[in-house]
């Protein structure tokens, strides 16, 4: 991961990520024809689709800070199961999902994100890197991340 100041990819994706998502929500608010489906109607669709799911582990790769201050963990791939799962899920809802930008395509979980309106000076965005550099060498001696409640299935963690 570059220190403040440098840009990599993955920083790129997600600034073109989040640019885009400001675009979408700005239309969606002027929009009054919107229409969604209702959560319990999508929570349903949703058990069913994922009901032959295979249980699935994510490997914790690396803890940073994206686009706005959001705290990030990455992981080192989609397994084959997930990305089945990806398939299903686009299948069977895609004329209810927006196209998958690039910066969400790669596995990620959101920690957190800053209050609307803060933003991070270079200090504390210096020491947030520093701490999150620290965690992000735990990590990776640690083993695999279990998924089990995606598909209702209880693992026994080794």
């Known amino acids: 991961m570059g220190g403040p100041g440098s840009s990599t990819a993955m920083e790129e994706d997600v600034r073109e990520e989040m640019e885009v998502l400001r675009t979408r929500l700005a239309a969606a608010a002027e929009d009054a024809l919107l229409a969604l489906p209702s959560p319990s109607l999508l929570g349903s669709r949703l058990s069913a689709i994922a009901a032959p799911a295979r249980p699935f582990v994510l490997e914790p790769r690396a803890l940073f800070v994206a686009w ?7 992981y080192a791939g989609w397994p ?3 990305t089945a799962l990806k ?3 686009e299948e069977s ?10 910066g969400s ?5 959101t920690l957190g994100a800053l209050r609307d309106g803060r933003t991070l000076d270079l200090g ?11 965690f992000t060498e735990q990590i990776r001696g640690r083993p695999p991340i279990y998924h089990p409640a995606l598909v209702g299935v209880q693992m026994p963690r080794s």
Request: proline share 5%; glycine share 10%; aromatic share 6%.
């Open 68 to 74: 706005s201050g959001v705290l990030t963990l990455a």
């Open 80 to 82: 084959p199961q997930a």
């Open 87 to 89: 398939a299903r899920v």
């Open 124 to 134: 504390e965005l210096e020491r947030l890197f520093a701490v999150l550099d620290g």
């Open 93 to 102: 809802l895609g004329g209810c999902l927006a196209a998958e930008q690039q």
């Open 105 to 109: 395509k790669w596995p990620k979980t």
